[in-house]
């Protein structure tokens, strides 16, 4: 039987690349950036928003195994919970579309006025989006809601936000896997966790240490939303909530133009809602002298760059 499952689910992987032309595995390489304080520091990248045009980086690593699963399954159907930029279900949206699954969006607030360019990509999708209010939303993780919702749609598979759950550790370790040296950090943004999670349980038996830098207001909540994923406690992780800016998707001038600076000096495009806090970050941290001289830092470029089309931030970098 677990033979079985197996067979099955390498062949709806392979399908899975097949249809979606994802890479296998993203590059990664040092940066020469000349910051503040960071001659005896390493800095490399490794870049998963180059995995797929579409699909932003680390929703692949988490859907991966999820749509391989349903694959396998009699009803092609997924349920899912998102805001009205959400890089998640725009993946998602994507990916089922692509093979098939009907996919139903739950979606918090209602833009049927005035869509996203996300929402505007999920309709041509064929997506079916559910507006629903902020207090509906609010129950996206309660057992009642969700049970009402399993008789809406009998059989569906219903993904949590962010696409975080159990199965997303997988992919994401395979990012630890695809590594061909050591490194005393892994930094990565952190909404809903499930990356940070992957990362801390992929990395358990080695000396590296995972800091996730905090996308939104949520000190506390953040460490207990990964915690809820992980199998047991682990003492080689933390999260920065310093350089929030305010709250998810929020920014200031000053994060703005260091994204359009980090793009001219690097050519790699990043956004302020995660990659362009996460790289403040860094660069900040390093001039404060947080990490001890000699550190080889990895910093894990997540993708997004469609979450940012609405505010008009993509035309400048580019
Ligand atoms: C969703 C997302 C994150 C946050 O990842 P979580 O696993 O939800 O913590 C980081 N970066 C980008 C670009 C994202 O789209």
């Known amino acids: 039987m677990e033979r079985k499952t197996l067979i099955t689910s390498t062949r709806n992987l392979a399908q899975l690349f097949a249809t979606l032309e994802v890479k296998e595995a993203s590059p990664q390489y040092s940066l020469d950036l000349a910051w503040p304080n960071s001659h005896n520091i390493s800095v490399s990248i490794k870049r998963d928003d180059l995995l797929h045009p579409i699909i ?4 692949w690593r988490k859907l991966k195994y999820s749509l391989a699963q349903i694959l396998g399954s009699r009803t092609l159907h997924i349920v899912s919970f998102g805001g009205g930029f959400s890089n998640h ?3 998602l949206g994507f990916c089922c579309h692509r093979l098939n699954i009907r996919f139903t969006a739950i979606v918090r607030g209602d833009y049927s006025a005035n869509p996203s360019p996300m929402l505007h990509d999920l309709q ?3 997506t079916d989006i559910q507006y629903v209010n902020k207090i509906t939303y609010q129950q996206r993780e309660s057992p009642a809601y969700l049970t009402l919702l399993h008789q809406q749609y009998p059989n569906a598979l219903i993904i949590p936000e962010g696409g975080s759950n159990k199965l997303a550790l997988q992919g994401v370790a395979e990012i630890i896997s695809e590594l061909d040296q050591h490194y005393d950090y892994i930094i990565a943004p952190v909404a809903s966790g ?5 990362l801390i349980k992929a990395t358990a038996h080695s000396a590296t240490h995972i800091l996730g830098i905090a996308a939104l207001k949520g000190q506390g909540y953040l460490e207990e939303h990964v915690q809820a994923l992980l199998p047991q406690t682990y003492q ?3 999260i920065c909530h310093d350089y929030h800016f305010g709250g998810y998707a929020k920014r200031s001038n000053e994060l703005v133009d260091f994204c359009n600076d ?3 000096q690097t050519r790699i495009e990043i956004e302020p809602i995660y990659s362009g806090k996460l790289m403040y970050a860094v660069k900040d941290l390093i001039n404060r002298n947080y990490f001890n001289k000699g550190s080889r830092l990895l910093i894990l470029h997540t993708g997004g760059l469609q979450g940012s089309r609405a505010i ?3 035309a400048s970098i580019l």
């Not at 932003?56 to 929703?59: A, L």
């Not at 499930?194 to 992957?198: D, S, V």
């Open 124 to 126: 041509m999708w064929q």
């Open 312 to 314: 008009g931030q993509r």
């Open 262 to 264: 980090f793009y001219h």
């Open 56 to 59: 932003s980086g680390n929703k």
């Open 89 to 91: 279900l725009h993946a």
């Open 194 to 198: 499930g990356t940070l999670a992957g």
């Open 236 to 238: 080689h992780w933390g």
